[in-house]
């Protein structure tokens, strides 16, 4: 077997155990929530339909990116993605009532949910929030730091004190582990 024969089978191999380790299909993760996987193509899909909404129900004289929009639609999947995992783990149920209420303290939350994937996304943010009272501040950090949350660096860091995105990340680079 010539050098350049074995070159060839040591890129095909690997190419192959490449492929077999699911690679290409992590690059297409976004973030996850105690093994709850969301894709990039579910956030383009959230980032879309409050695009939407947002220019339905607003009617701005200056339309909003899609990237502003989809840094704020991250936010709020990974918030809402943290709500639904700790109601889950603590067994708190909210009604309808009790997270259109608490959506009432921000201005613009009717903007956002004339489009159901997005009033979904809202509602579940909305969760997270009702928990946070419910619970406590330091009870719902403690219960927080809990939970396996995996962001892709392109979209920045998540910070579990402020539970906000951090960095501005890099929509050029996606992180090979995810």
């Known amino acids: ?6 070159l060839i089978a040591l ?3 690997i190419a192959a155990l490449a492929s077999c380790t699911g690679c290409a299909t992590r690059m ?8 709850t996987v969301v894709t990039q193509d579910q956030v383009e899909q959230v980032a879309q339909s409050c695009l939407r909404s947002y220019t339905a129900v607003a009617k701005p004289a200056t339309p909003m990116s899609e990237s502003t929009m989809r840094a704020m639609s991250v936010q709020w999947q990974i918030d809402g993605a943290i ?5 889950h783990r603590v067994n708190a149920t909210f009604s309808q009532d009790d997270l259109t209420q608490f959506l009432t303290q921000f201005d613009d939350t009717a903007t956002f949910t004339a489009d159901p994937l997005c009033k979904q996304t809202i509602d579940d943010f909305a ?3 009702l928990l946070s009272n419910q619970l406590g501040m330091e009870q719902f950090l403690a219960d927080l730091s809990t ?9 920045g860091q998540f910070d579990p004190s402020s539970l ?4 501005t990340g890099s ?3 996606l992180d090979s582990k995810h």
């Open 1 to 6: 077997m010539t050098a350049r024969t074995r």
């Open 11 to 13: 890129v095909a191999g």
């Open 28 to 35: 297409s993760t976004a973030f996850s929530v105690d093994g």
């Open 83 to 87: 709500g639904v995992a700790m109601a």
């Open 127 to 129: 969760l997270a929030g």
């Open 147 to 155: 939970l396996d949350i995996v962001v892709n660096p392109r979209y």
């Open 164 to 167: 906000a995105m951090t960095g």
């Open 171 to 173: 929509l050029s680079q």
